[in-house]
């Protein structure tokens, strides 16, 4: 556990560094590292994982509440945002899309591994697949096009988006259909080497974009790096880290005992495509930047914590 973390906090310096000594060539490395991993990282590694996955209630059951408890939660964050801090719709925005998008990808999958051990992988991976992704391409971009200050891709396009552009999604899908023989042991301890690289890559990605979105462009103002912790910051790391997992948990304790890695998953941070959707429908960037930098770091520590007990 304290290699993934470290792992993060180095890659996150990387990009942080590689943007301010070469900004245009570590943008376009940011980009490659993300498209490789999502196109050709993922894809085989995901179905080999979910080949192996044996098929249960709990599995199905488990998803639909995951839904339901991110549904809430963002409700609590609008009702928070908008009538406790009485904050304008932009910043509303960012700070809902921070509470229900957790980082199931670039960490979650690592973390499962290196706390509940590599066996876990095909859980946290479905749950990527059918919970992280849409809500980001469903959720976080729909927020951000009914509360943001630019126009951008309304539903329709991002649903478009989400089946089309969505590897991964095809991949769960084959691996669920597929014939566990399809799935060789040297296949599935394969992707699951290839899925611990997952965080050193993308949290570089994520330095490169904190950097750049702390320059600013075209005379707008860049965020501090790091980012200060405000209400609204506070407010969206509650409910991300606190309440979205205690809310699956209650919701499922009546009905079924859910795989241990789906409550590692709605536990993650803020995942870095909110502050993406914040750029891009011009939601508020410090809210977004905030809540992913700090939600990360108290997630690591927590891990750390509990790695140890473990």
């Given at each position: 556990?304290?290699?993934?973390?470290?792992?993060?906090?180095?890659?996150?310096?990387?990009?942080?560094?590689?943007?301010?000594?070469?900004?245009?060539?570590?943008?376009?490395?940011?980009?490659?590292?993300?498209?490789?991993?999502?196109?050709?990282?993922?894809?085989?590694?995901?179905?080999?994982?979910?080949?192996?996955?044996?098929?249960?209630?709990?599995?199905?059951?488990?998803?639909?509440?995951?839904?339901?408890?991110?549904?809430?939660?963002?409700?609590?964050?609008?009702?928070?945002?908008?009538?406790?801090?009485?904050?304008?719709?932009?910043?509303?925005?960012?700070?809902?899309?921070?509470?229900?998008?957790?980082?199931?990808?670039?960490?979650?999958?690592?973390?499962?591994?290196?706390?509940?051990?590599?066996?876990?992988?095909?859980?946290?991976?479905?749950?990527?697949?059918?919970?992280?992704?849409?809500?980001?391409?469903?959720?976080?971009?729909?927020?951000?096009?009914?509360?943001?200050?630019?126009?951008?891709?309304?539903?329709?396009?991002?649903?478009?988006?989400?089946?089309?552009?969505?590897?991964?999604l095809i991949a769960?899908?084959?691996?669920?259909?597929?014939?566990?023989?399809?799935?060789?042991?040297?296949?599935?301890?394969?992707?699951?080497?290839?899925?611990?690289?997952?965080?050193?890559?993308?949290?570089?990605?994520?330095?490169?974009?904190?950097?750049?979105?702390?320059?600013?462009d075209a005379g707008?103002?860049?965020?501090?790096?790091?980012?200060?912790?405000?209400?609204?910051?506070?407010?969206?790391?509650?409910?991300?880290?606190?309440?979205?997992?205690?809310?699956?948990?209650?919701?499922?304790?009546?009905?079924?005992?859910?795989?241990?890695?789906?409550?590692?998953?709605?536990?993650?941070?803020?995942?870095?495509?909110?502050?993406?959707?914040?750029?891009?429908?011009?939601?508020?960037?410090?809210?977004?930047?905030?809540?992913?930098?700090?939600?990360?770091?108290?997630?690591?520590?927590?891990?750390?914590?509990?790695?140890?007990?473990l």
């Amino acid at each position: 556990m304290i290699g993934v973390a470290a792992a993060v906090v180095a890659a996150v310096a990387a990009g942080v560094l590689a943007e301010r000594r070469w900004p245009s060539g570590a943008e376009r490395a940011a980009r490659f590292v993300l498209g490789a991993t999502l196109y050709v990282l993922l894809p085989p590694a995901t179905f080999f994982l979910v080949a192996r996955l044996e098929l249960s209630l709990e599995i199905g059951a488990g998803l639909a509440l995951a839904w339901v408890a991110l549904i809430l939660v963002g409700g609590a964050a609008w009702l928070l945002s908008r009538r406790v801090l009485r904050l304008e719709p932009p910043r509303a925005g960012s700070t809902i899309n921070a509470s229900i998008h957790p980082n199931t990808g670039y960490l979650g999958l690592p973390l499962c591994a290196a706390l509940l051990g590599t066996d876990a992988l095909g859980d946290a991976v479905v749950f990527d697949a059918f919970v992280g992704a849409p809500v980001l391409f469903l959720g976080v971009f729909a927020v951000g096009a009914a509360v943001g200050t630019r126009a951008g891709e309304g539903v329709p396009a991002r649903a478009k988006s989400f089946f089309l552009r969505n590897p991964a999604l095809i991949a769960v899908v084959a691996g669920l259909l597929a014939p566990e023989a399809l799935a060789p042991d040297v296949a599935v301890d394969a992707a699951r080497i290839a899925v611990l690289g997952i965080a050193p890559l993308g949290f570089f990605a994520v330095g490169v974009t904190l950097a750049v979105e702390s320059r600013g462009d075209a005379g707008q103002p860049g965020i501090p790096f790091p980012p200060p912790f405000s209400a609204p910051v506070g407010a969206a790391i509650a409910l991300r880290l606190l309440a979205a997992p205690a809310l699956l948990a209650v919701l499922a304790l009546p009905f079924l005992d859910l795989p241990d890695a789906y409550l590692v998953q709605i536990a993650m941070p803020c995942g870095i495509n909110s502050l993406l959707a914040a750029h891009a429908y011009g939601l508020d960037l410090g809210i977004s930047a905030g809540a992913i930098a700090w939600s990360t770091a108290l997630a690591l520590l927590a891990a750390v914590a509990a790695g140890f007990v473990l």
